[in-house]
Every structure is written in structure tokens, then in C-alpha cells.
């Protein structure tokens, strides 16, 4: 056993040179010219492409020849390295389909230093990725793959670009990507958002590839764990977090567009419930953050915006625009989009709060929202429609989410939002380090041995729009 570890952690520390060899030198004037310009007193729609076209340079940047990977700098997950460097690409797709469908957008200078276009970069990523004789073969599903959750991003993309990619793609490449996909949906799955991976598959192979078996068992066992007022349970029992906004509601929107007539009474009413308390969390300097996954907080508004494509009337535009801006703003004056993803922490890398499934690449779950955005025409109306005030910013205000036991108080005067657990005790805030003895043990077995800080994360009685300013002394 302990030859077979060695041999393991031996295997793991090459495939981690290899991969770092491959990460492209990111040009340090590129974080600063987005921050300046993200951060300035330009338009919005200015500032948005600029932030778009960024992302759009960062892939084209760090993508291999065949488009199937992509390289950047960060703390490794505990999957393969080859995995680590799929999501790269995968998590992108959704976000160059949207830019190469949206009319209003269009990336001649990226494509031109890059000597190809972005729609044929996309496409050689989907085939190359899915075919079993290419050496970008993204690689067989098995039980609780990764490779799951990454199908149904690359589903997603497939289904928004399809106008384009479809009738380019030869029937032997097609067949490739259906069956890859299909793999996806027939694997035993976790039980809790995993399902909205593969229900996504589902219905995109069953637009897309004629004849094609589907079923809901999936979306049965996902509505199961509603509890109210726009909330879902991340799986079995009281798993209340952001996953709520960009797994939850983010997919339960697409559903709607993928089949005009799939539920959406439900979901457009589940996203206006959840909405009504949820913008009422974001400040001028973020939000109470709580749960799993911080490196996903970019994508904490994609309900508002997809309230707005829903046209629930949840959230005014306007209240929807000015979340969704001073959230990005806010992030990104703060050093938390660099070398081209968006960092490994709340704001800079804390890897202290790193889950271990989270690589180099996981963090581009966050251009969620900037996808939505680009959906019909929600880019052309944030862009002419008037900021609205926040909540905190008009009044003192306390609110609660009875199906939750969550109560939101904001404060005026502070330009603060705190949240509070009713059923929890309070209990002292205590954050574990990441030690040097954390470190070595991580570089013997070359797997991430980062604290869970799962009472920081999921146990507190409180959480504030201040908490994650704590300072990391590691």
C-alpha cells in the first residue's frame, strides 16, 4: 500500500510539472488595466466589454492547440491534473458561446493575435474533446466523474452556440458528441445539485439528437428538495447556501430555455420568490457570504438576471444591474480576478477556505452571471437602463426567510447586511490555518491538505457583509 501511495504521489508531482510548464505567462498590465477601467467612471457598457473581452483573451491565452485545455496559475485539486486543466476549457465554453451569439459583441482583435477564429477554437474543443481516437479526448465517464458536472457545461455551450456549430459539425462528430454526452447522464451521480448536471444533459440531447431517450427523474428528485420561498436543499437535510443561486436557479433557468414549456410556471415563481429577500443581501462591498465554494461569488447575482430573462418581475432592472455591477466591482478592486480567472477565495486566493475539489480553473463558475447577461437582450438593456439604490442603501431593513430560518437585517448607516441562522447557537468564530505542516503533508502525497473551516463555512449563527475582510496571516 504505502509503495502504491508513493508511487501515486510520484505520478501526481510530474503530471503537476507538466501541467505548470504549460501555463502561459499572463501579462501583469492586464489585471491592472481591467481594474482601472471595471473600476473607473466609464459606461457600463464599456466596462462590461472590456471585462468580457478580458475573459475572452485569457482563454484564447492559455488554451493548447487542440482547445481542449487550458492552463492557469493555482492551487490544484484533488483530481487529476488532466481534469483540472478540462475545467479550464469546459467552464469557459458556456461563456464563448454566449459572446459568439450575442450580436452586440465581437472579439476581432483576441482572433487576430491568435491567427484562428473564436468559433472555430469552440469547435475544435467539442470535437477534439469528445472524440475517443483524438489525444484531447477529455476521457471515459465513470461513477461520480467530474467529467459529469463538465459535460453539462459543455452541453450548455453546445446548445447556446448551436446555430452556428450544428451544421459545421460532420455526422461522425456529432455522433461523438451525443454519445460522450449520453455517457454523461447513465453514471450513478451524488445526490444533490449533480442532479441539474445531468438533467441539463437530458434535455439538450433531447433537442438536439433526434429520436434520443429522456426522462425526469432527475428534475423529480431536484424538486424534492424544495423547501420554500425560492429555496432549495442542497441534497438530503438543511444545506442551505449559495449553491441556491449559481447551481440552483442559474440551471433551473436554462431549463426554461432549452424547452419553452418544461415547468416554467414553477421555476419562474420558485426564482420570484427566492429573489424578493435575495437582492436584499448584496451591499457596495459584497455580501454575507456563507457555505461552500467562495470562489464561485461572481456568479452570486446570475437569479437576478435570470428574473429579468424570466420576466417575473422580481427585481427592476435597474436594482439587478446595480448588484450585478458592484459585485464585479467590487472583486475586482480588490485583486479578486487575476491572471485571467477569477481567484481562489473571496476575494485575493485564501486558501484557507479552498474546497479540495476546487482547482486552477473551478473559479470560471463564476462567469455565470456575465453569461446570463449576454442572453437576448439583457447586455443592451443593463446598458441604457438607470442604477437603481440598493436596499441597504434606502433604509434599515429586516427581513426573514421563514422556510430557511434566515433573517437579513441591513443597516443604513454601515452599509452593512448580516444574516442570522435561527436554529443555530452562537459559537466562537475560530478559522483554521493552513500550517507549514498542512503544506508538507500536501507535497508528500501531492494532494490538497487545505483546512475545511467547515464551521466558518457551514456552522456559524451569523454571517455579516464584513466577515470575509479577515485578514490571512498564513
Known amino acids: 500500500m504505502t509503495v502504491a501511495r508513493l508511487k501515486l504521489s510520484v505520478k501526481r508531482f510530474y503530471d503537476a510539472q507538466v501541467y505548470k510548464s504549460k501555463i502561459p505567462t499572463f501579462p501583469r498590465d492586464k489585471d491592472l488595466k481591467l481594474q482601472s ?3 473607473s467612471d466609464q459606461a457600463f457598457e464599456g466596462r462590461v466589454g472590456h471585462l468580457i473581452t478580458y475573459f475572452v483573451d485569457s482563454w484564447v491565452r492559455s488554451t493548447s492547440l487542440d482547445c481542449t485545455r487550458a492552463y492557469f496559475k493555482g492551487a490544484f485539486s484533488y483530481n487529476d491534473r488532466d481534469i483540472d486543466a478540462i475545467e479550464g476549457t469546459t467552464r469557459f465554453l458556456p461563456f464563448i458561446a454566449s459572446v459568439l451569439m450575442n450580436p452586440d459583441f465581437n472579439v476581432p482583435s483576441v482572433e487576430k493575435e491568435k491567427g484562428r477564429s473564436l468559433e472555430d477554437m469552440f469547435i475544435s474543443a467539442i470535437v477534439n474533446g469528445t472524440d475517443p481516437f483524438s489525444k484531447g479526448y477529455w476521457g471515459e465517464i465513470e461513477d461520480y ?3 459529469i458536472c463538465e459535460g453539462a457545461d459543455v452541453a450548455l455551450a453546445l446548445w447556446i452556440a448551436r446555430d452556428k456549430v450544428i451544421g459545421r459539425l460532420s455526422n461522425l462528430q456529432k455522433k461523438n458528441l451525443f454519445d460522450w454526452l449520453r455517457k454523461c447522464t447513465l453514471k450513478k451521480i451524488v445526490d444533490n445539485n449533480w442532479h441539474l448536471f445531468r438533467q441539463t444533459i437530458l434535455l439538450i440531447l433531447s433537442k ?3 429520436g434520443e431517450d429522456s426522462d425526469s427523474f432527475s428534475y423529480d428528485r431536484i424538486k ?3 423547501v420554500g420561498d425560492g429555496w432549495f436543499s442542497d441534497g438530503v437535510g438543511k444545506n442551505f447556501d449559495f449553491y441556491n443561486a449559481w447551481a440552483f436557479h442559474y440551471s433551473l433557468f436554462w431549463f426554461t430555455e432549452i424547452d419553452k414549456d418544461f415547468d416554467k410556471e414553477f421555476i419562474s415563481t420558485a426564482n420570484f420568490k427566492f429573489c424578493q429577500s435575495y437582492q436584499k443581501l448584496f451591499t457596495l ?10 470562489c464561485y461569488r461572481t456568479a452570486a447575482t446570475s437569479p437576478l438576471i435570470a428574473s429579468i430573462l424570466l420576466n417575473n418581475h422580481s427585481v427592476e432592472a435597474g436594482t439587478a444591474k446595480r448588484i450585478f455591477d458592484q459585485l464585479w466591482k467590487f472583486i475586482i478592486a480588490n485583486g479578486g480576478i487575476a491572471n485571467g480567472v477569477p481567484t481562489q477565495g473571496y476575494l485575493k486566493q485564501d486558501l484557507r477556505f479552498l474546497d479540495e475539489y476546487s482547482g486552477p480553473g473551478s473559479s470560471l463558475w463564476g462567469l455565470r452571471s456575465l453569461i446570463l447577461l449576454l442572453q437576448g437582450e439583457t447586455y443592451k438593456e443593463f446598458s441604457q437602463t438607470i ?3 440598493l436596499s441597504v442603501e434606502v433604509s434599515d431593513f429586516r427581513e426573514n426567510i421563514e422556510s430557511i430560518g434566515l433573517i437579513v437585517t441591513g443597516n443604513k448607516e454601515q452599509g452593512t447586511v448580516e444574516v442570522e441562522w435561527s436554529d443555530r447557537e452562537f459559537i466562537s468564530v475560530f478559522i483554521e490555518r493552513y500550517r507549514f505542516w498542512d503544506k508538507l503533508k500536501e507535497f508528500l502525497s501531492q494532494r490538497p491538505q487545505r483546512p475545511k473551516n467547515d464551521i466558518f463555512k457551514n456552522k456559524l449563527k451569523t454571517y455579516s457583509s464584513k466577515t470575509l475582510s479577515v485578514k490571512d496571516e498564513n
Request: aromatic residues 20%; charged residues 10%.
Open 37 to 39: 477601467t471595471y473600476c
Open 145 to 147: 466523474s467530474q467529467l
Open 208 to 210: 438536439l439528437n433526434e
Open 224 to 226: 424534492s428538495f424544495y
Open 285 to 294: 462591498n459584497g455580501f454575507p457570504m456563507f457555505g461552500r465554494s467562495h
Open 387 to 389: 442604477d437603481n439604490s
